[in-house]
């Protein structure tokens, strides 16, 4: 079930980037890629391993300001929390969800900011870590709620909706992990709230070409 965020819960997210962590010219960045299973008929003892479990997962993504397309919540490592605490963080802060990190990252992904796209060389460089969130917790509001909206996408229709190559490679080592890793069972199910009442900040139309990586 979704719950109501406490006055504890509703902290401000986090601004500037005075405690963020750099490696070399890279700025370091966490996310995470939430997920859970749709419906409450699922045996949640049973394993991943069976791939029609795939059919009832959800996974969600986030709106941007100024931006049409959809992207996994993601931000930079600052340097009094671990990268796990970091992918969590932004999960929060972006998405609203608290959950648990399942095991090893994802992968590693080399990007530019947004802000540097048009620049040469390595100027706004970003390496990025993502990692599997199970959900356990679906928050009625959160810090970035304003900017970020949410959206439950079934897992098989998530990659049509991938602007970046580094999410669809995402994606698919989240399903290679939760299919075949041997320590996963089947995430718990929660009550998704209908698509029309998930909150989704409409933006305009980006210009062609645009790209905005963190």
């Not at 500037?16 to 700025?27: A, I, K, L, N, V």
């Not at 959809?70 to 932004?90: H, N, T, Y």
């Amino acid at each position: 079930m979704a719950s109501s965020s406490s006055v504890v819960d509703m902290v401000c997210a986090r601004q500037g980037r005075d405690r963020q962590r750099y490696e070399g010219c890279y700025r370091l960045v966490s996310g995470c890629i939430p997920y859970m299973l749709k419906d409450d008929d699922v045996d949640n003892s049973c394993c991943l391993k069976d791939d029609h479990v795939l059919d009832k997962l959800q996974v969600l993504m986030i709106s941007t300001p100024k931006r049409m397309d959809l992207i996994f919540p993601k931000g930079g490592w600052e340097d009094d929390e671990s990268v796990e605490e970091a992918a969590c963080r932004e999960a929060f802060e972006e998405a609203g969800v608290k959950g648990i990190i399942n095991g090893a990252p994802l992968g590693e992904w080399i990007f530019k900011s947004k802000s540097k796209q048009s620049s040469c060389g390595q100027e706004g460089s970003c390496k990025g870590f993502m990692f599997a969130l199970q959900v356990t917790e679906l928050l009625e509001s959160w810090p970035e709620q304003i900017t970020h909206g949410r959206r439950w996408v079934p897992v098989r229709e998530v990659d049509g909706l991938c602007r970046y190559d580094w999410m669809r490679e995402a994606l698919d080592k989240l399903k290679e992990q939760l299919v075949f890793g041997s320590n996963f069972s089947a995430p718990p199910s929660l009550e998704l709230p209908d698509s029309s009442s998930l909150c989704m900040v409409v933006s305009p139309a980006v210009p062609q070409g645009a790209v905005a990586l963190c």
